[in-house]
T-cell receptor, first 110, second 109 residues
Framework: EAQVTQNPRYLITVTGKKLTVTCSQNMNHEYMSWYRQDPGLGLRQIYYSMNVEVTDKGDVPEGYKVSRKEKRNFPLILESPSPNQTSLYFC?????????FGEGSRLTVL | QKEVEQNSGPLSVPEGAIASLNCTYSDRGSQSFFWYRQYSGKSPELIMSIYSNGDKEDGRFTAQLNKASQYVSLLIRDSQPSDSATYLCAVNFGNQFYFGTGTSLTVIP
């Protein structure tokens, strides 16, 4: 089954404790991206990757890092999370411009 | 800053009616346009994509694009209660995607 898998789905952490949200796709898509979704602000792109070892900033990259060492994986790293990073995060891969989303990861930073 | 604007609603229509959802975008260089449906607590799923001016129909859904007016719309014919969801308009510019805040649709049986 074609899918984008994110883990963890739910996470409560504390300010400053590094965390990684993993994202994996099995569709051999070159393009992958991360979004956060906040009430009243909609989906905003954090980072995207056109291919292995190629990443670039989206609209809201501050406080986040990504890496793309393999085509299928695109982890999102929060080196020092802060409460304003409490949000619902989606990973997506794309073919032909059409995005396929993971199930989302709800992150709470206390 | 590229902007995508949608009426947040909520929009309520009776079952069987036509639901009309609208979206405007700020950047004339935008290349591709998409409508996603998002049920509460779920991830967005693609309903329609449209790349050129005019109408594109897929079953009960019709997307309309007018690049001169920077306007995209989605019509849902014969609306069903299962269509109740938030509809997100998305615009592709270069390698980035920009989303509206979504329109909440409720179809009343």
């Amino acid at each position: 089954e074609a899918q984008v898998t994110q883990n963890p789905r739910y996470l409560i952490t504390v300010t400053g404790k590094k965390l990684t949200v993993t994202c994996s796709q099995n569709m051999n898509h070159e393009y992958m991206s991360w979004y956060r979704q906040d009430p009243g602000l909609g989906l905003r792109q954090i980072y995207y990757s056109m291919n292995v070892e190629v990443t670039d900033k989206g609209d809201v990259p501050e406080g986040y890092k990504v890496s793309r060492k393999e085509k299928r994986n695109f982890p999102l790293i929060l080196e020092s999370p802060s409460p304003n990073q409490t949000s619902l995060y989606f990973c997506a891969s794309s073919f032909g411009g059409e995005l396929f989303f993971g199930e989302g990861s709800r992150l709470t930073v206390l | 800053q590229k902007e995508v604007e949608q009426n947040s609603g909520p929009l309520s229509v009776p079952e069987g009616a036509i639901a009309s959802l609208n979206c405007t975008y700020s950047d004339r260089g935008s290349q591709s346009f998409f409508w996603y449906r998002q049920y509460s607590g779920k991830s967005p799923e693609l309903i329609m994509s449209i790349y050129s001016n005019g109408d594109k129909e897929d079953g009960r859904f019709t997307a309309q694009l007018n690049k001169a007016s920077q306007y995209v719309s989605l019509l849902i014919r014969d609306s069903q209660p299962s269509d109740s969801a938030t509809y997100l308009c998305a615009v592709n510019f270069g390698n980035q995607f920009y989303f509206g805040t979504g329109t909440s649709l409720t179809v009343i049986p």
